[in-house]
């Protein structure tokens, strides 16, 4: 597994069912989305962009890919429903082809542009890890079967000790043939 | 880590939240339960006795222990309270500190006494493979840090092709000097 093989099964629709769990509460959130993932080109210009921002050429991209989602969480015993979009853009390193840098135009845990630093382990799980000014994300993916994938967060405080919440996700990919149901 | 480290991680008492996704239909479980993993000896009549149940020499065991746990499920939209109890015994392979075989009392996704297959990955997750007549379970369990654990659970059909629940467990070690609290 590599960051090319990796981003090529991301690829298509997914069906999630989110858990998070908030730590210092014992309170769990239930979250439902559906999840897009597309691939998009290194010469499109919100990949440039994206790259430019960082200072990092964009011949040095693979695979870059925009994700979209929208769901409905019960946090706070209300459904509340949410969208979003993001691109993400892997950097493989020079020498390593496990492992590398992922741009990110809005971070996970905070909504600004964030810059993750990935590796994919020997079982083929990867795994990022991006540190925001208040806190860090810790992500582990990985594909029990090409339609069928986990996904474990971690939001830390910042200096790395204290864990706040820990989520998981399992997403079905959505094989029906018309993509809007 | 091998699995001494891994069981001398793990014992005390726990408070956890899990998690279970039943994917067929997106139901979401909400289990808390608190857990408490103590060590035993391989003299202890109880190891003995599931050893020789397995054929097995219990010289051949390392680091026996206990696992019990109480807790409550929201499962069918009531409050279910439930406990349970069993004696794990880990066989490290001869020639592989880190693989081995687990015998258990009781089985984790049925209640007949069962014989799992482990392995400690590169990055310190322990993976157990157990199939039963009518199901497989395949586990991950790794540390954050000593005191907060994570575990991921998959119940497929016996085919090992569809996967029926995944589940998430977080683990926080239970501190307090008063064991009872």
Request: a negative charge; proline letters at 4%.
């Amino acid at each position: 597994m590599d960051i090319s093989k990796f981003v090529e099964l991301s690829l298509g629709k997914w069906r999630s069912q989110r858990s998070v769990h908030h730590l210092a509460f014992s309170h769990f959130e239930e979250v439902t989305s559906t999840i897009e993932i597309t691939p998009l080109n290194k010469e499109d210009n919100e990949v440039i962009e994206l790259c430019k921002s960082h200072k990092i050429d964009p011949q040095m991209a693979t695979h870059p890919f925009r994700m979209s989602w929208e769901g409905e969480s019960d946090w706070d015993d209300q459904a509340t429903t949410f969208e979003g979009t993001t691109i993400l853009v892997p950097i493989p390193d020079l020498n390593n082809s496990k492992a590398g840098r992922l741009l990110r135009d809005k971070g996970y845990a905070e909504t600004i542009p964030s810059i993750g630093k990935y590796q994919i382990t020997e079982d083929g799980t990867f795994v990022l890890l991006t540190e925001y000014e208040q806190a860090a994300a810790e992500e582990k993916i990985w594909f029990v079967n090409p339609n069928f994938r986990l996904r474990v967060s971690l939001i830390k405080t910042s200096l790395g000790t204290g864990v706040v919440t820990a989520s998981f996700s399992s997403e079905i990919r959505s094989l029906s043939v018309n993509s809007e149901t």
